[in-house]
């Protein structure tokens, strides 16, 4: 199993960053990608962006380039979610996942097996 324990979420104006940090544990070898997802209140949960454990390749939902960046220290087995200019929509749970599987879409929430409690983000007008 891999274990996941995000950090870093809180209360932002807008315009503002925020820095999200996953720290993964366990049976990390298996990790092909890790995944950062985000849940509104009554919304689905959504994809935000990805990164793949070994070449560091990186995925980003159009809404996000250009404001996020998702990072990864494989030393630390930590990922990192940068963003900037931050807005009232962007308030949300923001999860971060793991990909065991290289055949799975990176889009999809069922495609990851294990799933951090999530961190809040709140972002304020």
């Known amino acids: 199993q891999v274990q996941l324990v995000e950090s870093g979420g809180g209360l932002v104006q807008a315009g503002g960053s925020l820095r999200l940090s996953c720290a993964a544990s366990?049976?990390?070898?298996?990790?092909?990608?890790m995944g950062w997802f985000r849940q509104a209140p009554g919304k689905e949960r959504e994809f935000v962006a990805a990164?793949?454990?070994?070449?560091?390749?990186?995925y980003y939902k159009d809404s996000m380039k250009g404001r996020f960046t998702i990072s990864r220290d494989n030393a630390k087995n930590t990922v990192y979610l940068q963003m900037n200019s931050l807005k009232p929509e962007d308030t949300a749970v923001y999860y971060c996942?793991?990909?065991?599987?290289?055949?799975?879409?990176?889009?999809?929430?069922?495609?990851?097996?294990?799933w951090g409690q999530g961190t809040q983000v709140t972002v304020s007008s």
């Open positions: 996942a793991t990909k065991t599987s290289p055949d799975r879409s990176n889009w999809l929430v069922l495609s990851y097996d294990y």
């Open positions: 366990g049976r990390t070898f298996n990790i092909y990608t």
């Open positions: 990164i793949s454990w070994s070449g560091g390749s990186q």
